[in-house]
DNA sequence: GAGATCCGAATTGTATACGATCTGGCGGAT
DNA sequence: ATCCGCCAGATCGTATACAATTCGGATCTC
């Protein structure tokens, strides 16, 4: 219960800044929500109520409410009128979206990316690559989880580089409703394939070949989309299977 | 104008539940806020009073902080912690940024919607280049600003015909900012070169010309931007005061 | 007169209060 | 037994209250 005080208080010097209005505890909330989500550990369909995450947190309901309709905004929480708010539940046409977004988008990151890379640069996407093949060979749900998880900073690491902060926001939120997808609808089996397609990516680019890694980044993502089972829509809330 | 197809929701009424948790009066406000930051009624800098827009809209400070939090997450308002909210005053750098990663996305959507275009579609967006090509001989400073926005809409409406709700609401972001971004830095000479191109876009498409389309794309959205003035860091409202 | 300092009005940040709406169960009528 | 209305608890939507912070100006000092 004592917990809580993990951020100081009172501040001085202001933590973050992004205009977005949010800091201070409220985006406390609102990033561990996220990671809970996006880890998760919080299930879809998940109803997150305002006074029990405001208990937890050691906040009135405002803040929480503030939070909550960030995530809403980022697509990973559901808020419905005089009902409340729930961990998003995508169904297979928002995966495909999702994915089909991805495909138009990231080669053009890619391109840009390339445009700014050092051999700084090279080294930490190397460095990644190494991480992402360590984690493949444990077992295990924690394993999993966090394979997911390098898998997208993988592509969220392409996109910093490309220094544009528009895109990266961007980036963020499709990466974040993706892992949301793919733990919703990912079978067990074979997610190892993504691993070698990143090394490849990242040679092809090292050796200036910038069609072809934008070719394998869009097979890329058509292999992730492939690895899921987008037939049955996987919903534990009864509402959202009656309504079409 | 709000042509986002709307998720089937339950069969009681519910005025827009679009996910966000927005609805009623405070999308009402937040609406508001919106159209009269991109038309322009609303210079950037000014200051947004909590109280004095709830005092305009007769609702309390509460709606009001959540319609400036959602603008501020669009990029359209910054919100400085124990300042306030204003109107976005996007440096160069963003507006480089912005343009950036519409040249990124934009052909890309243009391809996607090509895969889906019908002859009705085809109809509407000549129209739509009607519409744009009588603004642009009309004089005025409001002819002007329904200049932008006709020409905003273009995009959003190739957009739309994708039926990628992600992609969507990514352009409904990106084209507002630009209209900010335009009526920052905007010269107030030729902007009538975008008719032309809109028009050669869409020859293009019916033409099947998809590379040639794409081409054409991304010269456009260049010749948007070289029409700014970039130089000058955040041209204020003296200019607009002072020039007719 | 220039500059520092302090105070009060204005404004924001957060919590709380209160009415509205939904949910689920109880009891009566058929 | 089943269906229906009705009430109570839970939860949300919005307004208001109070604390914290900022900002501008009056005052003081040199």
Redesign the pocket.
């Known amino acids: 219960m004592d917990n809580r005080q993990t951020k100081p208080e009172?501040?001085i010097a202001r933590p973050d800044a992004d205009g977005t209005?949010i800091?201070?505890?409220?985006r406390a909330i609102r990033d561990a929500i996220r990671d809970a989500i996006v880890d998760r550990r919080l299930m879809p369909g998940t109803?997150?109520?305002?006074?029990?995450v405001?208990a937890l947190f050691?906040?009135?309901?405002?803040?929480?409410?503030?939070a909550l309709q960030a995530l809403a905004h980022e697509g990973l929480v559901t808020?419905?009128?005089?009902?409340?708010?729930f961990v998003a539940n995508p169904s297979p046409e928002e995966a495909r979206q999702i994915f089909a977004t991805r495909r138009i988008i990231e080669p053009g990151i890619l391109a840009e990316a390339a445009r700014h890379m050092t051999p700084a640069h090279f080294r930490q996407l190397r460095e990644q690559l190494v991480d992402e093949g360590r984690l493949m060979t444990e077992r295990g749900q924690s394993a999993r989880r966090a394979e997911i998880k390098a898998s997208g900073d993988f592509h969220l690491m392409i996109a910093a580089i490309t220094g544009n902060a528009v895109m990266q926001r961007f980036m963020d939120e499709l990466i974040a409703r993706s892992s949301l997808v793919i733990a919703l609808y990912g079978q067990s089996t074979a997610s190892s394939c993504g691993h070698n397609e990143h090394t490849q990516i990242v040679d092809a680019i090292e050796a200036g070949q910038l069609d072809r890694a934008g070719r394998l980044m869009v097979h890329h993502i058509h292999h992730i989309e492939a690895d899921l089972d987008l037939r049955i829509r996987r919903a534990n809330e009864l509402r959202d299977v009656l309504l079409p």
Chains 1, 2 share one sequence.
């Open positions: 009172t501040l209005g800091d201070g505890s409220q109803k997150l109520t305002e006074t029990d405001g050691n906040v009135s309901r405002t803040l929480v409410r503030g808020v419905e009128r005089n009902r409340g708010a």
